[in-house]
């Protein structure tokens, strides 16, 4: 059954993949962007189904106007996929706060500005599916990661709560934790490096670049198996609310799970029996 898809970063990687695949199938697809025109050329241009538009996620009045649009060309949206992101890298004191703060704005108010925008709409329909792109780095914290991991573990909360705000309104929601898939996080368009210099942190700095610059283009995952697999998702009456993507990730999540609990356990013997004397 054809769906309408509202896709943002639709002008490259995942996101592109996953608005020509979902134009393969005869969906209607809402594609975004901070260029609408370069959208419409990853996509091979204009087509009865396609509608791109543009959208900077940092701006709520843009996303506003992006889910209007879509609501005039289609009449509803059924699918919200928030895929726009990107990445700052570094280590903590050497990410200025300017920079933390443009790194949550982009990659967790981005989402919750297209959210906000788009739920309204699904209530109205008593219909829909939210599904938000995290990361592995939204479960494990990682060297050098300290920003977009910051940001990802706030996309984690926001997801895993707003499912009980909006599952009475027929609403579902997936996040979704890839592992390394070659979705061009890691081009110059889409990475900042920290913009201070500290000499403690300089060797490891520039050992550390130099190996995430040497990983583009060579991660294991296939974007466009990602893309085909949450396409799956979006089909199912009763999509799972977490869905992680790759080997890569299956395994570091399964290992954070164990050492969580092995934490909880080790935290019995002091962290039990904190309540009040009359509790």
């Not at 479960?139 to 499912?163: N, P």
């Not at 979704?176 to 920290?194: M, Q």
Request: with cysteine.
């Amino acid at each position: 059954m054809s769906k309408v898809f509202l896709i943002t970063g639709a002008g490259r990687g995942l996101g592109t993949d996953l608005a020509r695949q979902a134009l393969a199938a005869g969906h209607h697809v809402v594609a975004t962007g901070r260029r609408p025109e370069h959208v419409l050329e990853a996509l091979g241009g204009e087509q009865d189904n396609l509608l791109a538009t543009a959208l900077d996620i940092t701006d709520p009045a843009a996303a506003q106007s992006a889910v209007q649009a879509a609501v005039e060309r289609f009449g509803r949206i059924d699918v919200l996929i928030n895929n726009a992101a990107n990445f700052y890298a570094g280590y903590f004191e050497e990410i200025s706060d300017a920079q933390m703060r443009a790194q949550i704005e982009t990659n967790l108010f981005g989402p919750m500005n297209v959210t906000r925008a788009v739920l309204p709409v699904m209530r109205a329909q008593r219909d829909g599916h939210v599904m938000t792109v995290s990361s592995l780095a939204g479960v494990v914290g990682q060297e050098f990661c300290v920003a977009y991991a910051a940001a990802k573990f706030g996309v984690e909360g926001f997801m895993e709560s707003l499912r009980y705000d909006v599952e009475p309104y027929n609403i579902r929601t997936t996040l979704v934790e890839p592992g390394f898939f070659r979705t061009e996080l890691l081009v110059d368009a889409s990475t900042t490096w920290a913009e201070l210099s500290i000499a403690d942190y300089a060797e490891r700095t520039a050992t550390t670049k130099k190996q995430w610059q040497a990983m583009n283009g060579q991660q294991t995952g296939d974007p466009a198996k990602l893309a085909a697999a949450l396409l799956t998702l979006s089909g199912l009456q009763q999509p799972p609310t977490r869905f992680v993507a790759g080997s890569d990730a299956i395994d570091a999540v399964a290992a954070k799970a164990r050492t969580l609990l092995e934490q909880a356990d080790a935290s019995r013997e002091l962290g039990a029996d904190l309540a009040h004397d009359d509790a």
